[in-house]
């Protein structure tokens, strides 16, 4: 029996809407909202039916995220260490490109970064104990060598705040080094061995 041109209208509009949720869905990785859920306020522009269930078994939100990077896969709430880890990365690696020569400004801006840390830091108790340390352990950024130094020196307290191992400071260059850059093209502006 042919169907009625006003039921043929809503089932194209609804093929259009659901190969647009799942396009949709497909870029943003969000799983598409059950049928069941579908209101006024879903994402279905409303005109979803019981059979709608539009993405094939290989495009399931499940089979989506197995296709993720490894390391998204295992995205999740940062810990207290994982920032910790990362933040020091940051900061030694910092040391190890600071210049030998800074200008007034990058001693500066060093100084300033410190206690911005020491303010902005997202993990309040680190923040509060950095202030302190930092208070009692004013920054020492006249050279690369004095910069790394200091920064290995306020690791080791923190370290020793946690009962962790004692770094050997005259090891900090070996273990954090340059940045693997062609021709230190990442070094910091100011760098008296690469730039005139
Ligand atoms: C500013 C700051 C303040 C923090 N305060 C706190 C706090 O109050 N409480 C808390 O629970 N956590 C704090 N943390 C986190 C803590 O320091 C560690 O990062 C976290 O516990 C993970 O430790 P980890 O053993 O994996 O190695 P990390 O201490 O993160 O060190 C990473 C790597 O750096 C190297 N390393 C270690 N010591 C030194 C050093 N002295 N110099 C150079 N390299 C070194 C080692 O190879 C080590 O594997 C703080 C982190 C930062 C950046």
């Known amino acids: 029996m042919s169907e009625n041109p006003l039921q043929l209208l809503f089932k194209t509009y609804e093929k259009v809407s659901n190969s647009i949720q799942s396009q949709l869905a497909h870029f943003i990785s969000v799983p598409k909202p059950p049928s069941s859920h ?7 522009l409303g005109l979803s039916s019981s059979s709608s269930n539009n993405l094939p078994p290989s495009k399931s939100p499940t089979s989506q995220h197995s296709e993720l990077p490894k390391q998204e896969k295992n995205a999740g709430p940062v810990t207290k260490e994982d920032l910790g880890r990362a933040t020091w990365t940051f900061l030694h690696t910092l040391g190890a490109q600071y210049p030998d020569k800074p200008t007034r400004q990058q001693k500066r801006d060093v100084k300033e970064l410190m206690a911005i840390l ?35 020196y306020m690791h080791n307290v923190v370290n020793r705040s946690l009962n962790k191992p004692i770094f050997p400071c005259d090891r900090v260059d070996a273990r954090w080094g340059k940045l693997d850059c062609e021709q230190r093209a990442c070094d910091l502006q100011g760098t008296d061995k690469f730039w005139p």
């Open 38 to 44: 579908n209101d006024d306020h879903s994402f279905s």
């Open 118 to 152: 020491s303010r902005m830091y997202p993990c309040k108790e680190c923040a509060d104990h950095f202030k302190e340390v930092l208070r009692a352990n004013p920054v020492q950024a006249g050279s690369q060598a004095e910069f790394s130094q200091w920064l290995c």
